[in-house]
């Protein structure tokens, strides 16, 4: 069954560090998504990605934070200056329809 | 906006036992999709279920079913016969076609031996 593959699984990087999160989203599915969850707390939506473009973003999602999709398969999330207060687990997904899944997660350890 | 909400944050069960998580979710869309996802300390999220809004039928997956009472925005989770692997996080998800998925607070849920 085909799934979204997330690397690294964790990353661990200095505060003001840049770091690219990295997705391969299912093949056939048009729809894709970066979600945070900060240990202990609920899982927060910061964008969707539709046609080459951002279709929708969260308060969360600002300045500091980028998305791409650099050619067919892979599907990136960039934070500029980390902060302390962005260590979370990153999760990325994608959807067609009503499928809808999740990638395992990469662990952000911001020092 | 759409809200999702779970009640209870954490819920314990005896193995074997059945439980009943609640979530309560507010939408003036007609045409929605309902989800309950699990989270073991892994962290990864598993679909559990799901329920499309337009069908009358709960949906049921083994020993998980649902109570969807679409009048009372109301779609709960019952686990049956409980096992000591169903001790994870559940978080109850709602998504309209072509948007994002929302996500309630979380329920714990431990199965105890």
């Known amino acids: 069954e085909p799934e979204v593959t997330q690397t690294p699984s964790h990353q661990v990087t200095q505060m003001g560090q840049e770091v690219i999160l990295r997705c391969v989203p299912i093949?056939?599915?048009?729809?894709f998504y970066w979600y945070r969850q900060i240990l202990g707390q609920k899982v927060e939506f910061l964008v969707s990605?539709?046609?080459?473009?951002?279709?929708?973003k969260s308060e969360i999602f600002d300045d500091q934070f980028s998305v791409e999709r650099p050619d067919g398969s892979n599907f990136t999330l960039k934070i500029r200056s980390t902060k302390l207060e962005d260590s979370a687990m990153y999760f990325c997904?994608?959807?067609?329809?009503?499928?809808?899944?999740f990638g395992a997660g990469t662990r952000l350890s911001v020092l | 906006a759409q809200t999702v909400t779970q009640s209870q944050p954490e819920m314990s069960v005896q193995e074997a036992e059945t439980v009943t998580l609640s979530c309560t979710y507010d939408?003036?869309?007609?045409?929605?999709?309902l989800f309950w996802y699990k989270q073991p300390p892994s962290r990864q999220m598993i679909l559990v279920i799901r329920?499309?809004?337009?069908?009358?039928q709960n949906a049921t997956e083994n020993r998980f079913s649902v109570n969807f009472q679409k009048a009372a925005k109301s779609f709960s989770l019952k686990i049956s016969d409980s096992q000591l692997g169903d001790t994870a996080m559940y978080f109850c998800?709602?998504?309209?076609?072509?948007?994002?998925?929302?996500f309630g607070e979380g329920t714990q849920l431990t199965v105890n031996p």
């Open positions: 093949s056939n599915h048009l729809y």
């Open positions: 939408t003036s869309e007609s045409n929605y999709y």
């Open positions: 997904a994608s959807s067609e329809a009503l499928s809808f899944s």
């Open positions: 329920q499309e809004a337009y069908k009358q």
């Open positions: 998800a709602f998504k309209t076609s072509g948007s994002r998925l929302t």
């Open positions: 990605f539709y046609n080459n473009e951002i279709s929708e």
